[in-house]
């Protein structure tokens, strides 16, 4: 095989992922230096690995941090991320904790399943159990299955489809099998609480009727909260556009204020508890957990808030809380929220994201061709998850570290603390606020 179909044969390796990246793209005339460099990079690994011996740990760890270094030393605004700064540490465990994350939830050589498949074996009205008065076969899908399935797709598609990245998946893989045990956790708190498994499913965690209300509602209210404000900014920017922005804005605020942080509290107790029932996947859960709810960041801010004696205090705290809103590793998160330089802390932030994805994009590639090759062995998948599992404590925290401590002061530093980024957002989009907050009339 000559050196030219070797190049296609990694560039081809983005077909083997559920992603929008393609081959054009690596192939483009901004990106192909890059890969081509990264290319030779994986020559040197795969040569290396023929003629040495190692533990497949070691080498995971050899062939991660010959591609972090790779990409640290490429790129200047990186230089606070090489191997002697303080945040060397943390940057490379999160860099690494998203790669493998992103594999196993990308890769296509795990399969999904249809959201049918799903829905038969998973929805609360027992489908696949015998004598249920809803059995049925998979080959006879009663009318209530089909409903039950599309009720299911067009939530997980309301959800998905307002994050910032949402590929689609082909129907017969819809789910990824890492999602599998976090989705019948949706099903739980959003299906009818009459239904017999929901019940007993309350019942084995603890919860009161009024309690599993309590969550249920919260949990709602959440996945609503930014419904009007996504549409608002995302609509034709016509002559009506900062009056819609502005309506939009006062809907959010109307439906913070309903949002208790008690219930708030209370809604990711369950949620971190029933995810550490299960251990398989449990990294990419807590991942999930953290992106899409902030337990931590939130929780850390709104007792910093709290500890604050003078405004200018307060500023600082709602300040980093916006430059950090996409910082989603805690421990990361804490070393760069005791910056003390704005600047610092911005930059820091930015240029994570932008090494973070460019080190995903390149380990998947090249874990590829080692899984391919076998050097990760037969049971690479539980391989990884296992190596996530251990990185989780040191990468997000343990449970024990949730401080689940409510005072009356908590509720007011929790709305200001979830909309300051909506309002730095806005501000942007040329909204003034008043020192209360509110929107301004000029």
């Known amino acids: 095989m000559n050196s030219n179909s070797e190049w296609n044969n990694f560039i ?53 941090s010959k591609i972090y270094t790779f990409i640290t030393m490429r790129f200047f605004e990186f230089a606070y991320f090489l191997k002697e700064a303080p945040l060397y540490d943390n940057v490379y465990d999160s860099c690494l904790f998203t790669s493998l994350c992103m594999y196993l939830h990308n890769t296509k050589r795990i399969d999904g399943i249809s959201l049918s498949e799903f829905t038969y074996e998973n929805s609360p009205y027992q489908f696949n159990v015998e004598g249920t008065d809803n059995y049925c076969t998979p080959d006879d899908y009663p009318n209530l299955l089909t409903s039950d399935s599309t009720s299911l797709r067009q939530k997980r598609y309301r959800l998905l489809s307002s994050r910032p990245v949402y590929t689609r998946r082909p129907q017969w893989s819809a789910m990824s099998e890492d999602s599998i045990y976090e989705w019948n956790l949706y099903y739980i708190l959003e299906s009818n609480s009459s239904l017999a498994e929901v019940n007993e499913w309350r019942i084995n965690h603890n919860l009161t009727v009024d309690e599993f209300d309590i969550i249920k509602e919260t949990h709602k209210r959440i996945g609503n909260l930014n419904n009007d404000l996504t549409k608002a900014l995302g609509a034709e920017k016509n002559n009506n556009y900062r009056i819609n922005l502005k309506k939009a804005y006062k809907r959010y605020i109307s439906k913070l ?186």
Do not use: M
């Open 12 to 64: 081809h390796r983005s077909e083997n992922f559920h992603w929008d990246i393609n081959i054009s793209e690596l192939n483009s005339t901004e990106n192909r230096a890059f890969y081509e460099t990264l290319y030779k990079l994986r020559t040197d690994i795969i040569n290396f690995l023929k003629e040495n011996s190692l533990s497949r740990e070691q080498i995971l760890e050899y062939v991660f």
């Open 257 to 442: 204020r309903k949002l208790k942080y008690e219930n708030y509290l209370k809604l990711q107790k369950v949620l971190l508890s029933y995810h550490c029932e299960e251990k398989k996947f449990y990294g990419i859960r807590i991942y999930r957990l953290e992106k899409e709810y902030k337990p931590y960041n939130i929780i850390y801010e709104v007792n910093q808030l709290l500890k604050c004696e003078t405004d200018g205090d307060k500023d600082a705290v709602l300040t980093k809380s916006i430059i950090l809103k996409d910082i989603f590793f805690p421990k990361l998160y804490r070393k760069l929220f005791d910056l003390h330089a704005y600047p610092d802390i911005e930059s820091c932030a930015k240029n994570f994201q932008s090494l973070n994805h460019s080190i995903v994009i390149s380990s998947c590639l090249i874990f590829d061709e080692l899984i391919e090759k076998g050097y990760l062995g037969d049971d690479w998948k539980d391989f990884l998850d296992n190596i996530l599992y251990e990185l989780t404590e040191k990468v997000f925290y343990s449970p024990t570290e949730i401080d689940y401590t409510v005072i009356p002061e908590s509720q007011d530093a929790f709305i200001k603390i979830l909309s300051a980024p909506v309002q730095d957002l806005l501000q942007k989009a040329g909204i003034t606020f008043n020192e209360n907050g509110e929107i301004s009339d000029s």
